[in-house]
């Protein structure tokens, strides 16, 4: 998928993010705004993956269960991590870098519902674009 491609995905992505976040506001658990933004990102056609294993690779060996496991997945390119946080830490967007370098993949959102306007929740990362 090229850059632009990738690019046009994300917004698509955010479009449905923003609608969930207009209909159901802020202090739900992420599971509530995850079951939501599937149900809206497959209604707008989109291939979605739940819960993807993101493997460790330790001295050429791939290790698929380790527990890790990426949110949502769209297009198998975009990652999406969900939260429903008072506020997003360090740790959260390394999370979501990780699983990025891990996954071979090179576009992720972190997507904090949990913010009075949802802008304010929204983390891009790119991974070697």
Known sequence: ????????????????????????????LE???????IYELRRAGLDVKTEVP????????KLTDVG??????????LVIE???LEAIAPV???????????????LGLLLNFNVERFKDGIYRRVNGL
């Open 54 to 61: 993101v493997p460790v690779v330790y001295e050429g060996v």
């Open 31 to 37: 599971n509530a705004y995850t079951a939501c933004l």
């Open 82 to 84: 969900m939260k429903s």
């Open 68 to 77: 890790y496991r990426s949110d949502i997945l769209v297009a198998n390119e």
């Open 92 to 106: 959260h967007l390394s999370q979501l870098i990780s699983y990025l370098k891990l996954s071979d993949r090179r």
């Open 1 to 28: 998928m090229s850059p632009e491609e990738l690019n046009t995905l994300a917004r698509r992505v955010l479009d449905a993010a923003f609608r969930v976040h207009t209909t159901l506001g802020p202090g739900l």
